[in-house]
């Protein structure tokens, strides 16, 4: 192929990539897709590419491609395939998001992996620059690839098909409620759930001044268990609420002593939360740690920047509403069924200071089911 045909075919890549970013800016996603896919055609492919095609599908209700997408743009991001002995071939000297919550936690895991036997480069010189954001080009490498993912267990069933389940009334409007399920990972799922996510060194995002890390679709959290998980989530929900299509999905994990999240509702119209992490390793009273769910519905008229991340306003509409706080304590395998527009919190909470004892949220956030266009 000649240079100008492939300058030719550049220009009708980029000119193609505008129209499909123009398109998935007005939620107009079979025509994105249409176009990112002609990009794909054209020999040309990227990690914000597979991402922004992942999201397309994710929103048409096409789980199974949407994970296909998110996972090949992930390992073009991370290289996962490359690494030996724990370093990968190339990797970008930076220290943006090297925070001592980000050390840290990836020098408890690494030093958890290596307990295990699932790696064995780790020494406790790599702990120690880690821990101590010291910038070297082998802590560069650890902090922006993904140095160990484990092998997928791929339970018959992630969730309980019989969970406890309990109602609570909500006032905001006609039907609303919130729901808690006991026993909600099946036995299998459960193991397989906190397997991965305890051994995936994929906690890229780090919220340094709150205290926790965030594992999401777009950069390793989206497999075939996750998938499945996924389903089986929607499936819940549009069983005891309404029909509904994944919007969100993602994991949190928290240090020892977790602030949690302040005050807060969320953009979609479901939110699923899973604790898979059992409460016996809870370091406080019965009946702590878990999450308040607020008897507020935040109306259509307030932007999400107010309800999202104005926690001092919204302490304020519940004083001024007088409305009724439902803490759910936190119970190992319990999950949270509410209404995303519901004002609530997680709460603070003290869990053992061990890798594998410290408190991860599973949260999916799911819109109404709305016919296609």
């Known amino acids: 192929m000649s240079v100008m045909d492939v300058k030719d075919r550049q220009r009708q890549a980029q000119s193609l990539l505008a129209a499909a970013d123009d398109a998935l800016g007005r939620q107009a996603y079979a025509q994105a897709l249409g176009l990112y896919r002609q990009v794909f055609g054209l020999g040309f492919e990227s990690y914000p590419i597979h991402v922004n095609a992942a999201q397309c599908l994710k929103r048409m209700g096409d789980l199974d491609l949407a994970f296909q997408h998110f996972d090949r743009g992930f390992r073009i991001r991370r290289r996962p395939d490359l690494w030996a002995g724990g370093v990968p071939e190339a990797a970008p000297m930076t220290q943006e998001g090297f925070g001592p919550v980000a050390g840290a936690a990836l020098a408890g895991q690494l030093e958890y992996l290596s307990d295990l036997g699932?790696?064995?480069?780790?020494?406790?010189?790599?702990a120690e620059d880690l821990r101590s954001c010291r910038l070297t080009a082998q802590t560069a490498k650890l902090m922006a690839g993904a140095s160990y993912l484990p092998p997928v267990t791929l339970p018959e069933e992630v969730l309980n098909p019989a969970p406890r389940i309990r109602r609570v009334a909500l006032s905001g409007g006609a039907g609303d409620c919130f729901y808690i399920l006991d026993d909600v990972l099946s036995d299998a799922g459960r193991q397989a759930v906190?397997?991965?996510?305890?051994?995936?060194?994929?906690?890229?995002?780090?919220?340094?001044?709150?205290?926790?890390?965030?594992a999401h679709l777009h950069d390793g959290f989206a497999n075939a268990l996750v998938l499945?998980?996924?389903?089986?989530?929607?499936?819940?929900?549009?069983?005891?609420?309404?029909?509904?299509?994944?919007?969100?999905?993602?994991?949190?994990?928290?240090?020892?002593?977790?602030?949690?999240?302040?005050?807060?509702?969320?953009?979609?119209?479901?939110?699923?939360?899973?604790?898979?992490?059992?409460?016996a390793h809870l370091q406080a009273e019965e009946g702590a740690g878990g999450m308040t769910l607020y008897d507020l519905k935040i109306g259509a008229d307030i932007p999400f920047a107010e309800y999202n991340a104005r926690p001092e306003l919204n302490r304020q509409r519940i004083a001024q509403a007088g409305a009724q706080a439902h803490p759910v304590p936190y119970r190992g395998n319990r999950a949270v069924?509410?209404?995303?527009?519901?004002?609530?919190?997680?709460?603070?909470a003290h869990f053992a200071d061990t890798h594998e004892g410290r408190r991860i949220n599973i949260t999916m956030m799911a819109d109404l089911a709305r016919p296609s266009a």
């Open 337 to 348: 069924l509410f209404p995303s527009k519901y004002l609530h919190q997680t709460n603070a």
């Open 118 to 126: 699932r790696i064995d480069w780790f020494t406790s010189g790599i």
């Open 194 to 214: 906190l397997e991965y996510l305890l051994q995936a060194t994929i906690w890229f995002d780090a919220r340094e001044s709150r205290g926790y890390l965030g």
């Open 228 to 279: 499945r998980l996924a389903q089986e989530m929607q499936a819940t929900i549009t069983r005891l609420a309404a029909p509904v299509s994944v919007a969100q999905l993602w994991a949190f994990r928290y240090l020892r002593k977790s602030q949690g999240i302040d005050i807060h509702a969320d953009q979609g119209d479901w939110n699923l939360n899973i604790w898979p992490v059992d409460h």
